[in-house]
């Protein structure tokens, strides 16, 4: 329990919790501690102070009153090179609980959590082990059972840490968790397990920077209730390249439109204000942006990704390598707020195609010249570098998603590390063992000598600690699980969300104004497979009658997906002689592509043959051509009778083969059913406007440069509109504001 302290003067209360206690001060940091750890409290002038490291004395790190940057420096220098090693490591993904097999599987004091009686809020052996054994302190956390459930969860994490070393707190992670599910509904008066918002993209629709910023500002709120400091978000990357598979994640393609919604949604999660604040705009509200993919991983030749190696090269035909950098030097890197930066950047795994003046050939995070000369020289970026996860890794063959050591495939593990050390990372995505690192140490070493080494390893490690040290971690990283139930979800986010939502849809077609339909009339929805509606009935009764088939209905609503082109690569090609890759085809019949180019730009693998990946005569299908004839027979079954299609969009597609056949058009960018209904029945308007181009046809995605935004030519639908950048329809017609007076 708490050590009795010299009670003259004292400016502090004791506030005991089920598993922890909090010290709260008049004019000092509040500490949270947990009793058993072993931590000791010490005073000074009246105030109290964890000691960390348990040697008695208050040494600098452990004083709230000096500034982040002294503490981190300070404790950089008290850290064993293993220490340091783990802090260099960011964990594999977590569930919470973890299952007892599969990819995310851990054991319980040597069995499943059920066998062992444990709660669901335990530490697995695997976590423990990382935590203990590595030293690790960066945890990735993906999916958690409850609000509450996490919370308790974090606690344990830092109750298990704080007795180990130098007591440095667990600093836990997410990528984005506030996607929508489209079949929930949204009532008013409810919660939810979180707010639920528009996808990246379908933010950007909304054109509003200062909506993206509110969203920052309610999901850092849930972030830090359910103990996340760190976001692997913002996705800045310019997506230029319309076939991508992760356009869906950007803010589009337009470099003004994008930068100012990377520089909002940093400021919204960054920003601490009023007690909250400890110092420059950090604080116990803030969490850390990772920005992510430098120097923008868009331009992907033919559309592929770099997950895989068949889609590891940017390249840059246009010559436009310098605009995908501006959402990180004119946005990331000069925000509004006090934070000024985002705490971090991860490099994508992709090889930037003609980019590095030496010529080598290598992932970003292996770069040199991308890393340390660009970033850290050039823009004076002096956050941490996190790596893309599993880079170090090994991979089976160009199909598989495992390992992405691109450039590197012939080296170690370890020399793998050592590479990315010498480009000027911090961390490691992905990696729970230390050994690698230490043997990267080791390697700098021989070659630069160990006070070298050490500086290197140092100056990683302030970079790290600043993040938690501002945080306030180091003070409190412990949570109220009542407070992250009644914070994670609560009817006032969940709102902010669904205004959201209903903000994100565009209507892209109203032939004579179908829409808005009124509320009175008879609906027929077309079965989307497997005898299945693609609305909850009690949610459209809501708003129609259901009509059970088109002879009886006033109009109807045809959901569908956009096409299904693929990946950009078929393992049957490649056994049947050809070279493995196919076009990815952003419409639903068969297509050939004539026009792709004769030689790939780029190309090259251990694992392949030829350098080239062009696909220039092959044919492709897409994968859900059903949605095709689902609109199209929903147009024959009703006659006359309007049409409306919802397209869940997440990137470009061509219109063409079904925009004559509907009435009316909307994309939903992630949002829930409700919200589109909302819409087509009028309660609400629709103000969105398209953040990216919608292409007339194949031959110009083909022939349009991979890293230049807005060079397609544009459908133009029966009514004369062109499904241009920044068009949208509101129920007057054409949207002509000031959003589009500045963007377009």
Request: charged share 25%; aromatic share 10%; net charge negative.
């Amino acid at each position: 329990m708490l050590p009795i302290l010299c009670a003259c003067g004292r400016k502090w209360t004791v506030e005991p919790h089920d598993t922890y206690c909090l010290i709260r001060q008049d004019g000092g940091q509040t500490l949270g501690y947990f009793p058993g750890s072993g931590v000791r409290i010490l005073y000074s002038d009246g105030y109290a102070f964890k000691d960390l490291n348990r040697n008695g004395i208050l040494d600098c790190y452990e004083d709230w009153r000096y500034t982040p940057e002294e503490r981190a420096e300070d404790l950089a220098k008290r850290l064993s090179v293993e220490e340091i090693a783990g802090l260099m490591l960011y964990s594999s993904h977590q569930a919470v609980p973890t299952d007892s097999v599969g990819y995310w599987s851990s054991t319980y004091n040597g069995t499943s959590l059920r066998e062992s009686g444990l709660p669901h809020s335990a530490v697995s052996d695997k976590q423990r082990k990382f935590l203990r054994d590595d030293n690790l302190r960066a945890v990735l956390v993906v999916r958690v059972e409850s609000p509450r459930i996490a919370a308790e969860w974090n606690n344990n994490m830092q109750a298990f840490v704080e007795g180990l070393g130098q007591g440095i707190p667990v600093n836990i992670s997410s990528d984005p968790r506030n996607e929508t599910r489209a079949w929930a509904e949204y009532n008013a008066g409810s919660g939810g397990k979180i707010s639920l918002w528009p996808s990246p993209l379908g933010l950007a629709a909304t054109f509003d920077p200062e909506l993206v910023e509110k969203f920052g500002r309610i999901a850092s709120a849930e972030y830090r209730a359910l103990g996340i400091a760190t976001a692997l978000s913002p996705q800045i990357d310019l997506a230029t390249e319309p076939r991508w598979n992760r356009f869906y994640g950007t803010f589009g393609e337009d470099p003004d439109l994008d930068t100012d919604m990377a520089r909002a949604y940093i400021d919204g999660f960054q920003t601490s204000v009023g007690a909250a604040e400890i110092a420059d705009g950090w604080g116990y509200e803030s969490v850390n942006a990772m920005v992510k993919h430098w120097p923008g991983g868009g331009p992907e030749e033919g559309g592929r990704d770099a997950h895989f190696s068949f889609g590891k090269y940017t390249v840059y035909p246009g010559g436009n390598f310098e605009q995908h950098i501006r959402p990180f030097v004119e946005g990331a890197f000069r925000l509004n707020g006090k934070t000024r930066k985002a705490a971090a950047v991860m490099p994508y795994y992709t090889v930037s195609h003609g980019v590095d003046p030496s010529g080598k050939k290598v992932g970003n995070g292996f770069s040199k010249y991308i890393v340390t000369d660009l970033l850290r020289n050039r823009y004076g970026y002096n956050g941490v570098v996190c790596t893309d996860w599993g880079i170090t890794h090994d991979y089976s063959s160009i199909e598989e998603a495992d390992g992405k050591c691109w450039g590197v495939e012939a080296l170690s593990i370890p020399q793998r590390h050592y590479e990315a050390l010498k480009a000027g990372v911090d961390q490691f995505g992905g990696n729970n063992d230390k050994g690698p690192v230490l043997e990267a140490y080791r390697m700098w070493t021989a070659e630069f000598g160990e006070k070298s080494a050490r500086e290197r390893f140092e100056r990683s490690a302030i970079r790290l600690l600043l993040n938690i040290f501002r945080t306030g971690l180091f003070e409190n990283p412990y949570v109220d699980p009542d407070r992250t139930e009644a914070t994670v979800g609560n009817p006032e986010f969940m709102q902010a969300g669904y205004e959201a939502q209903l903000r994100s849809v565009v209507l892209l077609k109203n032939r004579a104004g179908t829409l808005p339909a009124s509320t009175r009339r008879s609906v027929y929805l077309p079965e989307c497979g497997q005898s299945r509606l693609p609305v909850d009935t009690s949610l459209v009764k809501q708003y129609y009658e259901l009509a059970e088939s088109p002879e009886n209905a006033d109009f109807a609503i045809v959901f569908i997906d956009e096409p299904d082109g693929g990946c950009g690569y078929d393992a049957a090609d490649r056994e049947k002689g050809g070279n493995g890759y196919v076009p990815i085809s952003l419409q639903y019949g068969d297509y050939t592509a004539r026009h792709a180019r004769p030689e790939s730009i780029a190309g090259g693998d251990p694992k392949e043959p030829s350098i080239d990946r062009s696909y220039r005569g092959k044919t492709v299908r897409s994968s859900n051509r059903e949605e095709l004839k689902r609109v199209l027979g929903t147009k024959r079954q009703m006659g006359d009778k309007p049409v409306v299609a919802v397209v869940s969009t997440t990137r470009p597609f061509v219109p063409a083969e079904f925009e004559p056949s509907a009435d009316a058009i909307l994309l939903a960018f992630g949002v829930q059913r409700q919200a589109v209904l909302d819409i087509i029945s009028g309660r609400r308007e629709p103000s969105a406007l398209l953040p990216m181009q919608l292409p007339a046809d194949m031959k110009t995605v083909e022939q349009q440069h991979e890293d230049v935004p807005r060079d397609m030519v544009c459908y133009t639908d029966s009514e004369g509109n062109t499904y241009d950048f920044a068009f949208g329809l509101d129920w007057k017609g054409v949207i002509r504001d000031a959003r589009v007076e500045k963007y377009k």
